[in-house]
C-alpha cells in the first residue's frame, strides 16, 4: 500500500516540520513494499498469500503493541462500525491484495504508478457525487495522468502487459480512493492509530478467506531468494515487509495528516513512486522502456497538477 494522499478535508496544521517527516518517511517505508513482496514472491508464494500474511502479521504487531502502550486508542463506537469495516476491506484488503497481484505480474513500478490513478478518481468523486466545482487545471491534470497511463501501458502495441496485473493495478487505485475517501471521514472521530490498527485487523479477517493462514507455505520461509547482491532467507524479507512497508508505513502515513493538509502531503508522496521505480531497477534489475519512462513523468505531473489546484475544496 501508498501514501499518496488526495484531496481531503484538511486538518489543523500543527508541526510542519515534522508532518513533512512523517510524510517522507511514509513514502521511503511504503516504497519498500514492491521489491520485498516480489522477491518474496520469486520463492514461489502466491501474492494473495503474501498479502494476507502482511496484513495479518501487521495487524498483530498493531494490536498488541497498542493495547499494551495505550488501549483507550482501541475504543469505538458501535455508530463508527461500517465506516471502520468499509476502511479495513478497501483501504488494507483491497489494496493489498490487489497491488501483490500486480506486482506479481507486471513492473513494481508500473503497479505503484497505477496507483497514482486514485487521486484522479477522488477528484472525480467529489466533482459528481459531492457536486463541487473543480477548477479548470485539474480536469488538464487528469487528462495528462490519462495520457501517461496509456504510454505506461504502451496502448498503441495492444497492451504489452500483462492484462490481469493492469487491471490488478486499477482495482488497487479503487480501493485506494477508498482508503482515503473512507479514512478522511473516519479519523474525525477515530483516533488515528486506533483506526489503523482496527484497519489492519478487519483487513487480515477479510482476506483470510482468500488466503487462509494454514495455506500459507511455512516451509518456503528458509528459502533464500535474490534481492540485489544478497540473497537473503524468505522470512527475513517478509519480516522488513511487516515491519517497515506495513507498520512504521501505515503509522507515518496517517500522523502526517495530524500536522500538515492533505493537499500538500499528497505532493510530498509523489516521491514514493519514484523511490519505487529506483529501487526495483537496482535491486530487482527491472527496466522500463522510454515512452513508459515519459508517461511515468507525465502521469505523476498530471497529478501533481490535480493535486495543487484542487486546495480550494479544503474551504
Known amino acids: 500500500?501508498?501514501?499518496?494522499?488526495?484531496?481531503?478535508?484538511?486538518?489543523?496544521?500543527?508541526?510542519?516540520?515534522?508532518?513533512?517527516?512523517?510524510?517522507?518517511?511514509?513514502?521511503?517505508?511504503?516504497?519498500?513494499?514492491?521489491?520485498?513482496?516480489?522477491?518474496?514472491?520469486?520463492?514461489?508464494?502466491?501474492?494473495?498469500?503474501?498479502?494476507?500474511?502482511?496484513?495479518?502479521?501487521?495487524?498483530?504487531?498493531?494490536?498488541?503493541?497498542?493495547?499494551?502502550?495505550?488501549?483507550?486508542?482501541?475504543?469505538?463506537?458501535?455508530?463508527?462500525?461500517?465506516?471502520?469495516?468499509?476502511?479495513?476491506?478497501?483501504?488494507?484488503?483491497?489494496?493489498?491484495?490487489?497491488?501483490?497481484?500486480?506486482?506479481?505480474?507486471?513492473?513494481?513500478?508500473?503497479?505503484?504508478?497505477?496507483?497514482?490513478?486514485?487521486?484522479?478518481?477522488?477528484?472525480?468523486?467529489?466533482?459528481?457525487?459531492?457536486?463541487?466545482?473543480?477548477?479548470?487545471?485539474?480536469?488538464?491534470?487528469?487528462?495528462?495522468?490519462?495520457?501517461?497511463?496509456?504510454?505506461?501501458?504502451?496502448?498503441?502495441?495492444?497492451?504489452?502487459?500483462?492484462?490481469?496485473?493492469l487491471l490488478a493495478g486499477f482495482g488497487a487505485a479503487l480501493c485506494s480512493a477508498g482508503y482515503f475517501l473512507l479514512g478522511e471521514r473516519a479519523v474525525a472521530d477515530i483516533d488515528p492509530l486506533g483506526l489503523v490498527t482496527w484497519g489492519m485487523v478487519i483487513g487480515a479477517v477479510a482476506i483470510s478467506f482468500v488466503a487462509p493462514p494454514w495455506t500459507w507455505p511455512a516451509g518456503l520461509l528458509g528459502a533464500d531468494v535474490g534481492f540485489g547482491a544478497w540473497h537473503p532467507p524468505v522470512w527475513l524479507l517478509l519480516t522488513l515487509l511487516v515491519l517497515v512497508a506495513t507498520v512504521l508505513a501505515y503509522v507515518c502515513g496517517i500522523s502526517s495528516l495530524r500536522h500538515l493538509p492533505a493537499s500538500v502531503a499528497s505532493v510530498l508522496g509523489l516521491i514514493e513512486p519514484v523511490i519505487t521505480t529506483v529501487a526495483a531497477w537496482v535491486l530487482l534489475g527491472e527496466q522500463l522502456a522510454w515512452p513508459q519512462l515519459l508517461g511515468s513523468a507525465i502521469l505523476l505531473g498530471g497529478a501533481y497538477i490535480v493535486q495543487r489546484n484542487s486546495e480550494i475544496l479544503a474551504h
Do not use: C, N
Open 1 to 165: 500500500m501508498t501514501t499518496e494522499l488526495p484531496v481531503l478535508a484538511s486538518p489543523r496544521v500543527a508541526h510542519r516540520g515534522r508532518g513533512t517527516s512523517y510524510v517522507l518517511l511514509a513514502a521511503l517505508f511504503f516504497s519498500t513494499s514492491g521489491t520485498l513482496g516480489k522477491s518474496v514472491m520469486s520463492a514461489g508464494i502466491a501474492p494473495e498469500q503474501v498479502a494476507a500474511a502482511r496484513i495479518a502479521l501487521a495487524g498483530v504487531v498493531l494490536l498488541a503493541g497498542v493495547a499494551l502502550v495505550a488501549p483507550r486508542k482501541l475504543r469505538v463506537r458501535r455508530a463508527e462500525l461500517p465506516v471502520l469495516a468499509g476502511y479495513g476491506l478497501l483501504g488494507v484488503a483491497g489494496v493489498q491484495l490487489l497491488y501483490f497481484v500486480a506486482a506479481g505480474r507486471i513492473p513494481v513500478g508500473i503497479a505503484i504508478l497505477l496507483e497514482f490513478v486514485s487521486p484522479v478518481l477522488i477528484a472525480l468523486w467529489v466533482r459528481f457525487v459531492r457536486r463541487h466545482r473543480l477548477p479548470r487545471a485539474v480536469w488538464g491534470g487528469i487528462a495528462l495522468a490519462m495520457a501517461g497511463l496509456a504510454l505506461v501501458a504502451q496502448v498503441w502495441e495492444g497492451v504489452t502487459l500483462d492484462g490481469l496485473g
